[in-house]
């Protein structure tokens, strides 16, 4: 009973496949339909546990990509030495079956009525809970201003990058600027490096603003653009940060 | 493959029965303070060693096995929590 009691608070459940969507070439969107789900908050993930026909088990975590409003959507990367991710990108089916249990963590969350204007900086995979919170932005039609830094290598690896196109050019308060750091497409408007303290400060709001910063990518990502941030007068305790991008499989 | 806190919130919200990725802990070695989602976490071991970010000492190690949990927790000195 204790251990009922226990696990009662964060239960593995089946959820059912009902849509998959290719972002990128190595990155798919699948929807989910978890017959117990208690509604989530943008910044969240869920655990997925896979099961070998042998018994053996591998955990991974993956963040949620809709809004609290939406279907349970998550945006996988595929590595390619990884054990969870290329069977969730090019397996896995609509109508299977997939253990998971969440939504989970507190830290990375934004909430809309949070009044402070929101600087988020993705690097790879990592823009997918930062869309979750854009999308509830949305969703909700809050006004918070929002600026969105987001670095890839190429065009093609950009994730969402139709719904970022509209998101921008809707104006209403979601500013994106993107960097391209491998190869630009010609005619390419957009920065071409990784992201440097010169940019952030071109992008960011000044730190008077005080803004709500929330930063997810690789970890080497995260800690460059974390110090660049401090360097430009951020307080530390003010960026949020989750570094997974990239790694993990 | 270094992860942080975050990526353990659900092995913490299992083992603690609450939300675990706010709590402020302090290493015991250093003094540095910061969420546990901040932390260091390095998942290929055979189970979970957290380190803490600023001095790379050991906080917290967790081993499952189908039946049992170990869980050490000698490095953090304190956390703090929301009541």
Redesign the interface.
Known sequence: MEGTAVLGRLTWQVAQVTGAKQETPRVRTITLAPPGWPGHRAGQHVDVCLTAEDGYQAERSYSIASAPEQALELTVERLDDGEVSPYLVDELQPGDGLDLRGPIGGYFVWEADDPRPVFLVAGGSGVVPLMAMIRHRSATRSTTPMRLLYSSRTIEDVIYRAELDDVAAARNGVEVTQTLTRAQPEGWTGYARRIDPDMLREVAWPPTEKPAVYVCGATLFVQAVTEGLVGLGYDPLTVRTERYGGIGG | ???????I???M??LF???M??VVSTCRSCGATG????VDVY?KAPGVVVRCRTCESVLMKIVRSPKRVWLDIDGIRMMQMEA
């Open positions: 493959m270094m992860l942080d806190g975050n990526a919130g659900g092995m919200l299992e029965g609450r939300e990725t706010m969420p546990l989602a901040s998942m």
